[in-house]
């Protein structure tokens, strides 16, 4: 596609349960970056791909975060047994090269929501 | 640490004037990048502009320029001849050119809104 993609779309969860996001990035972009959006705020950085390589996950804020891009493309930022405190956004945004370049460009988001 | 400061929680312009929202930003790296990003309802966030540390004119794009004052350590957004589909929140975020990967750190955001 064009863009960078994201799924789904929405998510409720009830606490406690495993949920997974999807990333697929723009076909060829070697970095890819999840941030977390909590409602009313700026982004904030969960975790950094160079390709298959997760180089930094110092954003994540627990255990319950795991984030893996197993072929280079396709990422998953999985969260387990969801806390309150996990509703927000969550952005995926990738980039053409490595830690040179300087656009990143933006999914939609997944709007996570645990009741 | 770097830190991104937006004052302006929220702002009102008329359509087809001008509007400067406001960025400072905080580092001890001497090469960064700045950035704006458009956040509409939809909620993707769109890049507009971007102003290297060591360029020494301000970025311009379209509509869209930075006011860069390095030893002020601001960089702030003027969008001229508003327009009503320029309604979003905007934010200004910041890059360290080392070997953290090029993560962006972003400000609390502005929320501009035109008038017709």
């Known amino acids: 596609g064009a863009g960078v993609s994201q799924s789904p779309r929405y998510k409720v969860a009830k606490r406690g349960q495993d949920v997974a996001l999807r990333c697929d990035p723009i076909?060829?972009?070697?970095?890819l970056f999840w941030y977390q959006q909590a409602l009313g705020q700026g982004p904030e950085f969960l975790t950094y791909?160079?390709?298959?390589?997760?180089?930094?996950k110092s954003g994540l804020p627990s255990d319950r975060f795991f984030a893996e891009r197993p072929e280079g493309s396709v990422s998953t930022l999985k969260i387990q047994r969801t806390q309150q405190e996990d509703s927000a956004v969550y952005l995926c945004?990738?980039?053409?090269?490595?830690?040179?370049?300087?656009?990143?460009?933006f999914g939609p988001g997944t709007r996570l929501t645990v009741t | 640490a770097q830190k991104i400061t937006q004052t302006q929680p929220g702002m009102f312009v008329q359509e087809k004037e001008a509007v400067t929202l406001d960025c400072t930003y905080d580092?001890?790296?001497?090469?960064?990048?700045l950035f704006w990003y458009k956040q509409p309802s939809s909620g993707e966030m769109i890049f507009l502009i971007y102003?290297?540390?060591?360029?020494?004119q301000n970025a311009t794009e379209g509509r869209y320029s930075l006011n860069f004052q390095k030893a002020r350590k601001s960089a702030n957004l003027v969008i001229s001849a508003s327009q009503l589909g320029d309604s979003a929140m905007y934010f200004c975020?910041?890059?360290?050119?080392?070997?953290?990967?090029?993560?962006?750190?972003f400000g609390q955001g502005t929320e501009l809104s035109v008038k017709p």
């Open positions: 975020a910041m890059r360290a050119w080392d070997n953290q990967g090029g993560k962006l750190i």
């Open positions: 076909s060829g972009h070697v970095s």
């Open positions: 791909f160079q390709n298959e390589a997760q180089l930094d």
């Open positions: 102003q290297g540390s060591y360029d020494q």
């Open positions: 580092t001890s790296d001497p090469s960064y990048g």
């Open positions: 945004a990738s980039s053409s090269l490595g830690t040179g370049a300087y656009e990143q460009y």
